[in-house]
């Protein structure tokens, strides 16, 4: 350690290294917290946890028993243990005996990205609340179609303040808070959409995971979605090669052609069947006139609804884009972690070592971006991964039910998971518990004798 | 000097592929490879022969994961060899995420058989499964296909009709998808009594580890026990489970341990 520090006076080592040396080794030691308690006072199952984005010092959880609960994790509340362990009891909660608070579960609650004065909720009562944190009252309410099972507001944005829901309708909503109405729809998912994640490189484009197992970009700004991920189309490697590049790009001139040709085909009857959210019915309604008049009837931004590829077998669960903006991981009902390259919008054909992940609820993944580690909540452990070779190289027992969800705090290098059990565990890098107290009197009397 | 053995080994054997000396060879002794295509022809050369249904070596793909030790390079090399098309990849029914590998001479070798068994029946029609060789097979390399698109393909051959695909369906080749109505996967013709022993196979597998008391066995001697409910063999549904998770490996001194994963 001293060594290193003298390195980096003399410039050996360059300062980012030393601090992602550092922290790496204290992440490579995380363990279940000897000296640091959070007490929840939930009474269901934790949905949702998040640190906020400016100062990484309140944590906030939702719950199943429609609560939401604030922290400080950097100061406790008290201390017990003579003053060895530091309980972190919650500042406030809200929760059903609150007047205008939620009826049912909460599943998601997030932190207004600009500060801390502001947190939204979103609940399978079908409602978005947008709360005032010192006050503890609802500002805004909004209203949904279905159970909303993810809200998410880009941390880059500048010019607007949208809260993105993906509920159990097909359609993504915007909600606005400066004006407190919707902004916009999105259509595209063939069933209801259970992840919702903003970009980390562009404040317009928001990524979304569905039941139906598709995942798809949209730039905001205009109709459609402009990327569906495909999970058969994969490249080998963390980039595409430069020179296999223009075959990739024939076998996508190919589906293209391919995919003209079909639409111009004569109209069948099995098609007919499958009219299931609203792009397909327009689909259909265009096709009962002349060829060549069919594709003039759908928007051009809209061609992607009949794009139906999968990125998963099952549901998508989970997504997290990586700080740089340049990988997207995702979580499958299907017990599969992918690795997509988001430029080139390939799957990386990284193997996750899974056995099970959890089905029926979306989880929460968290990235450790210095290290490339992912955690992932699989059933009642939660596993740290290495992101470019898919190792296990951490597990972390202590929660008695499944996890699910988790947050990583790359300032303190610590993580918060919750679970069905109604814990918050904190995972901390192991310090040497020292006896101060006894050091110092004998100290003390050795100093003091005459 | 334990992987020179090995590969002496591998060369006989691929050369000699119907020899019955694979059969002697222990699971012990062979468990982990160096390279994925070298997995493929060893455990191709290891399918057990089964009686009543004539059907060719298929590997699954969660037996390849136990035996090449990096996954990811499992992933990535089987995506370049079915890009070469040397195999082809299935996805099977029997669970959540199994694929079944077949070498793509084995799986025309199979379509042959399948069609000729029809032709003996007398049924009609039959130059749907020639359109379906010569078009779909060598273009399209996924293992699912697109309504739209297999009908666009078909009818490269000649004049299609709705009877066609239904023809290609029951015959076992193509499978409706659960989720999408307009897409197919593509199945191994005839497998259907063997994926049904697999997962029952699976089961007695898993019961037998459960039922002892410590949930766990020497693999010498399991590796002897003969499964009721599975044509397919114990080294089969071992590499099978090993590589899908539900059991793992121990070395110990007096050899290899298996036990039922608690994770």
Redesign the interface.
């Known amino acids: 350690m001293w060594k290193e520090i003298g390195d980096r006076e003399m410039g050996k080592i360059r300062p980012n290294s030393f601090s992602s040396w550092i922290k790496s080794n204290r992440i490579s030691n995380l363990q279940l917290s000897n000296n640091k308690d959070i007490v929840s006072p939930h009474r269901g199952s934790i949905n949702s946890l998040q640190v906020d984005l400016t100062e990484g010092r309140y944590l906030l959880s939702g719950a199943s028993d429609a609560s939401a609960a604030v922290y400080d994790v950097q100061r406790a509340t008290n201390y017990e243990g003579n003053g060895l362990i530091a309980k972190h009891k919650c500042l406030f909660s809200v929760d059903k005996q609150h007047g205008k608070g939620h009826k049912y579960a909460i599943s998601s609650a997030i932190w207004y990205p600009v500060d801390t004065g502001l947190f939204v909720t979103g609940s399978y009562d079908h409602y978005i609340k947008v709360w005032d944190t010192n006050t503890t009252q609802v500002v805004m309410n909004f209203k949904m179609p279905g159970k909303v099972y993810r809200t998410a507001m880009s941390p880059l944005a500048t010019s607007h303040m949208l809260i993105a829901a993906g509920t159990e309708d097909v359609q993504v909503r915007l909600c606005d808070i400066a004006s407190g109405a919707f902004a916009h729809t999105l259509s595209g998912h063939r069933d209801g959409v259970m992840t919702v994640e903003w970009s980390t490189s562009s404040e317009w484009v928001l990524i979304t995971g569905g039941c139906d197992g598709a995942i798809r970009f949209w730039d905001i700004r205009r109709a459609g979605c402009f990327l569906v991920l495909d999970q058969s189309q994969s490249q080998l490697g963390r980039r595409p090669p430069v020179l296999a590049r223009s075959a990739a790009n024939k076998v996508s001139v190919s589906k293209s052609l391919s995919a003209g040709q079909n639409s111009l085909g004569k109209p069948r009857a099995p098609q007919k069947k499958y009219a299931n959210g609203h792009g397909m019915k327009q689909l259909t309604i265009g096709r009962m006139p002349a060829k060549s008049s069919a594709r003039q009837r759908l928007h051009p931004g809209m061609l992607s609804i009949q794009d139906r590829a999968t990125a998963h077998y099952g549901a998508v669960t989970g997504l997290k884009v990586t700080d740089d903006g340049m990988y997207l991981l995702s979580a499958g009902s299907d017990s599969r972690i992918k690795l997509w390259d988001l430029e080139s919008g390939y799957n990386t054909l990284v193997n996750f070592e899974m056995v099970r992940l959890q089905t029926s609820k979306a989880i929460q993944l968290a990235i450790s971006q210095e290290t490339a580690q992912v955690f992932v909540p699989c059933m009642t452990v939660v596993k740290a991964f290495d992101i470019w070779s898919g190792k296990m190289s951490l597990a972390f027992r202590g929660h008695y039910e499944s996890v699910n969800c988790c947050w990583f705090s790359s300032q303190d290098q610590e993580l918060y998971t919750g679970g069905n059990d109604r814990q918050i565990l904190v995972w901390s890098p192991c310090e040497p518990m020292t006896d101060d107290t006894d050091t110092a009197h004998t100290k003390d009397q050795d100093n003091w004798s005459d | 000097m334990d992987k020179g053995k090995k590969r002496r080994r591998e060369d006989e054997e691929i050369e000699a592929v119907d020899s019955d000396a694979n059969h002697s060879l222990s699971l012990e002794q062979n468990l982990s490879f160096s390279d994925t295509l070298v997995a493929l022809r060893m455990m191709r050369a290891q399918f057990p022969h089964i009686d009543k249904v004539s059907i060719q070596p298929f590997i699954l793909q969660s037996q390849l994961?136990s035996s090449v030790k990096?996954?990811?390079q499992?992933?990535?090399e089987l995506?370049?060899l079915r890009r070469d098309k040397v195999v082809r990849v299935f996805?099977l029914n029997t669970g959540?995420?199994d694929h079944g590998i077949m070498f793509l001479d084995d799986y025309l070798k199979q379509v042959e058989h399948v069609v000729k068994r029809m032709e003996e029946k007398k049924q009609c029609d039959l130059q749907v499964f020639k359109w379906f060789k010569v078009h779909v097979i060598e273009s399209k390399l996924?293992?699912?296909i697109?309504?739209?698109?297999l009908?666009?393909l078909l009818s490269l051959g000649g004049r299609m009709k709705d009877e066609h695909i239904s023809l290609l369906i029951n015959s076992g080749f193509l499978t409706h998808q659960l989720?999408?109505?307009?897409?197919y996967w593509f199945a191994i013709p005839n497998i259907g009594s063997i994926l049904k022993g697999l997962s029952q196979g699976r089961k007695e597998l898993l019961s037998l580890l459960n039922r002892r008391r410590y949930k766990k066995m020497m693999l010498a001697p399991l590796e002897k026990k003969h499964l009721r409910l599975s044509p397919l063999d114990m080294r089969f549904h071992l590499r099978d489970l090993i590589g899908?998770?539900?059991i793992k490996t121990v070395h110990t001194p007096t050899g290899i341990v298996v036990r039922v994963?608690k994770?």
């Not at chain 2, 697109?146 to 698109?149: A, P, S």
């Not at chain 2, 989720?179 to 897409?183: G, L």
């Open positions: 994961y990096d996954r990811t499992v992933d990535r995506e370049s996805k959540q995420d996924e293992p699912c697109g309504h739209q698109e009908y666009a989720i999408d109505p307009s897409m899908s998770g539900h994963s994770d």
